[in-house]
């Protein structure tokens, strides 16, 4: 059972410039009850496998940053572009919070430049070139980032995205399957290779990075995404209830419009004249009840957050950052 710290430190994390993205939605904290029974329930000797921190060590003022002593593997921790996107930013606020920080990303000088604002904050970091796609590249960053600091606390899985969408009856069937599995394949290699890791040492906290699109109706036809992301949610809470009794747990962090590098990029694909880029991000942040687009920042809040002891009670739920976007639709 939880205790009331748990409640506590979200009601801190809730109160915080962390979450001034967040309203209009609720943090669950209860284990991962409401999501299912774990599969072993029957099994009571299961649960003395799970090591919870004493109220007491949880409840004392934090004389060290709250990630001391933890390794996060952030994977897609590059932007797609000058500034700061969800995993460069939630690399970035992990090291500044302690943790040792393991940055993969495809674009190697995309990580070299995640890299580089970690080193300025005096963290331990490295950083590698990896697919997360490929099963090869990712047993082997796996690998490394258990050579380079021996253990994996933290897993941020941060890659996802659409290689084109549209009305579905004008969407080919290999590239709607392709957009699906980019959500969703990453996600599913990267748990699969740190589980056993996790389990050896007691427990771990996995964080994928959804969208609302996955919880949602967007704007504009993209079925093909929003499959992907909705399967991320559910496979994100498969996974708390499968390795809930080892102590690990599973969330997503579901962002909702933030202005990063690869909206930029996204938008300049639709048009290249600045006026009509801001329109654009205009009328998306007039959509939004804090009257705001949000702030990479504001995702890696929530991230830091779920990866630390404070939500030990935490598990297959989802953080909404949305600026109170959607709910009014689910």
Excluded at 160 to 186: I, K
Excluded at 323 to 328: P, R
Aim: negative net charge; aromatic residues 4%; contains cysteine.
């Amino acid at each position: 059972m939880g205790d009331a710290w748990d409640t506590a430190w979200a009601a801190v994390y809730l109160a915080s410039e962390e979450s001034k993205y967040v309203t209009a939605t609720e943090l669950v904290v209860d284990g991962g009850i409401t999501a299912g029974r774990p599969l072993d329930w029957r099994d009571t000797s299961a649960c003395d496998v799970v090591r919870v921190p004493d109220a007491d060590t949880r409840s004392a003022p934090q004389s060290e940053p709250r990630l001391s002593g933890k390794v996060a593997l952030v994977v897609g921790a590059g932007s797609l572009g000058p500034g700061m996107g969800n995993g460069k930013a939630s690399a970035l606020l992990m090291a500044q919070q302690g943790a040792k920080v393991f940055a993969v990303d495809r674009n190697l000088d995309a990580v070299k430049e995640t890299e580089a604002l970690m080193l300025a904050e005096g963290a331990q970091c490295e950083i590698l070139q990896a697919d997360a796609t490929s099963e090869t590249d990712v047993d082997a960053m796996v690998s490394n980032c258990m050579e380079r600091f021996g253990r994996i606390d933290v897993l941020h899985n941060n890659v996802g995205g659409s290689a084109g969408h549209g009305p579905t009856m004008e969407m080919d069937v290999e590239t709607w399957c392709n957009n699906v599995l980019f959500n969703v394949r990453p996600a599913f290699l990267a748990t699969r290779a740190v589980i056993p890791i996790m389990e050896n040492q007691g427990g771990g906290s996995i964080i994928n990075t959804g969208s609302i699109s996955g919880i949602s109706v967007p704007e504009s036809p993209m079925n093909s995404y929003q499959a992907g992301k909705g399967g991320l949610i559910r496979f994100s809470r498969g996974i708390a209830l499968e390795f809930a009794r080892k102590g690990i747990r599973s969330n997503c962090v579901i962002p909702g419009k933030i202005h990063t590098p690869m909206t930029e990029v996204r938008q300049g694909e639709r048009s290249d004249d600045p006026e009509d880029m801001k329109k654009i991000f205009e009328k998306r942040a007039r959509s939004v009840p804090l009257g705001r687009m949000g702030e990479a920042m504001d995702v890696a809040g929530a991230v830091a957050y779920l990866a630390s002891d404070q939500a030990r009670y935490v598990t297959a739920a989802e953080i909404v950052v949305d600026g109170g976007l959607t709910s009014n639709c689910c």
